[in-house]
Each structure stands twice: as structure tokens, then as C-alpha cells.
T-cell receptor, first 116, second 112 residues
């Protein structure tokens, strides 16, 4: 399994500001995923971050709102830009597992964001 | 978008009883997974069942898969307080693109 850390673990931010969330993995991985989990809801995939290429965003998510960096094979950042209270969520990064022909994922502990 | 629909949405049982959660999905899959999430923290992978399997066991967990009905169940036997968590099913996509889609989840509460 992979060990994944996220920073910050939680934050309270003011409307209109931006927050950058960091995700660090203890091994090199090609793909990293960023999810949003709104209060009481399930996980929704925001984007897939591949090292060396632009992130691929899911329907409903755009780069201007959620810019992603992937400078190397063990690290990624997600920025939540121009925040509004609707952005209050848990943001999680994940990486694929190693079991062949499956899409098992290992998750970071999440970043709990509250926007006032 | 959500692929899986879990039911019940919430479940409270006495410690020691068995807990059963169900998941239905809409499209064909290669495999289905179950994850646990404690108190809004990171998800932990519990078990994966492939589309050619009908049942799988791991410790106190038993998962079934019925591809004809596009449904799966997760049974936790002899529940413990530490099993209190949210449980999510997740399915892959065909053709595979390394992404998984999560269901809405079941909140399980084990009563002492």
C-alpha cells in the first residue's frame, strides 16, 4: 500500500481567497486523483493529475477554479480558487493501488475546508 | 456522477449483530470495491470483487456480486463499535480508464 499525506489537514478560509492543498506520496506514481466530498455526500472526482502533462478535469470542474500542479512523481497540489461557502468540503487525493487489472485506490487523510 | 446507489443510507445495529449494506450500479463493470471512511477522514480499501466472482470473504467481511442484477452486498458479521463508519461501493468503468465511481454510501452506527 501507499502512504499518503495531505497538508493542511483542515482550514477555515474567507470567501474570495484561495487555498492550496498538498498531497505527498511515499512512492513514485504516474497518476494521482483529486476528489471532493461535500458534507454528508459521497466522493466526486475533480481531476486526474499525470506527471508531465496537463490534468484531466471531470465534467463540472474547470482548471481556473481548481488548478493542479504535478511537479514530480510523488507530489501534487490542488488549489481551490476564489472560494465561496459552496466549496466547503473535504478534499482527498488518491493514487492507484498495485493489484493488476484493478482500479483500487489508496487515499490520503483528506483536507477539511470550511469557507466563511 | 454517481454510479452506485447504496441502501440503506443509514443503519444502526447493536454490537454483535450482522450488518448488511447493498449497492446497485448502472453500467457493466470489471470489478467492484468497498471502502470504509471513519468520521470524514480518508477512505480505506476493504475488499475488491471481480465481475467473474460471485462471493468473496475477508475476515468478518463477506461481499457478493450479482452482475445480472447489477448489485452487490457487503456483510459485516459480529459487528464491533470500531465498525462505525460510512461504507461506499465503487465501480470501475468499461473500457478501463483507471477511474472509479463512488456510490452514495451507507452510514453504519454500531450501538453499544
Amino acid at each position: 500500500s501507499a502512504v499518503i499525506s495531505q497538508k493542511p489537514s483542515r482550514d477555515i478560509c474567507q470567501r474570495g481567497t484561495s487555498l492550496t492543498i498538498q498531497c505527498q506520496v511515499d512512492s513514485q506514481v504516474t497518476m494521482m486523483f483529486w476528489y471532493r466530498q461535500q458534507p454528508g455526500q459521497s466522493l466526486t472526482l475533480i481531476a486526474t493529475a499525470n506527471q508531465g502533462s496537463e490534468a484531466t478535469y471531470e465534467s463540472g470542474f474547470v482548471i481556473d477554479k481548481f488548478p493542479i500542479s504535478r511537479p514530480n512523481l510523488t507530489f501534487s497540489t490542488l488549489t481551490v480558487s476564489n472560494m465561496s461557502p459552496e466549496d466547503s468540503s473535504i478534499y482527498l487525493c488518491s493514487v492507484p493501488g498495485r493489484e493488476s487489472n484493478t482500479d483500487t485506490q489508496y487515499f490520503g487523510p483528506g483536507t477539511r475546508l470550511t469557507v466563511l | 456522477s454517481q454510479q452506485g446507489e447504496e441502501d440503506p443510507q443509514a443503519l444502526s445495529i447493536q454490537e454483535g449483530e450482522n450488518a448488511t449494506m447493498n449497492c446497485s450500479y448502472k453500467t457493466s463493470i470489471n470489478n467492484l470495491q468497498w471502502y470504509r471512511q471513519n468520521s470524514g477522514r480518508g477512505l480505506v480499501h476493504l475488499i475488491l470483487i471481480r465481475s467473474n466472482e460471485r462471493e468473496k470473504h475477508s475476515g468478518r467481511l463477506r461481499v457478493t456480486l450479482d452482475t445480472s442484477k447489477k448489485s452487490s452486498s457487503l456483510l459485516i458479521t459480529a459487528s464491533r463499535a470500531a465498525d462505525t463508519a460510512s461504507y461506499f461501493c465503487a465501480t470501475d468503468t468499461i473500457p478501463r480508464d483507471d477511474k472509479i465511481i463512488f456510490g452514495k454510501g451507507t452510514r453504519l452506527h454500531i450501538l453499544p
